[in-house]
């Protein structure tokens, strides 16, 4: 999938289960816990937050998505080795 295709996603009992799982697990607020659950299910490989609650949360899990402030980011795509700000 390139990176300008949207994904629709209805609702789904697997997008809820695992949002139940990561409250559990996590701690995560329920709409964070959604929100990551619907990106976990739609297949993506990055998740950009400016919550950096959430992006310390998510690091405590072994999680198949990366979980990080856009800042680093972009800055990992620039190449910038000045070490991470954020989260």
Do not use: Q, W
Request: hydrophobic share 40%.
């Amino acid at each position: 999938m390139e990176s300008s295709e949207l994904v629709e996603l209805l609702y789904s009992e697997d997008i809820y289960r695992l949002a139940k799982k990561l409250v559990a697990e996590g701690k995560f607020a329920a709409k964070d816990a959604v929100h990551l659950a619907c990106a976990l299910y739609a297949g993506a490989r990055l998740f950009l937050t400016c919550d950096d609650k959430l992006v310390k949360k998510a690091k405590t899990l072994k999680l198949n998505i990366e979980v990080m402030n856009p800042v680093d980011y972009i800055r990992g795509e620039m190449g910038y080795e000045g070490g991470k700000t954020y989260g």
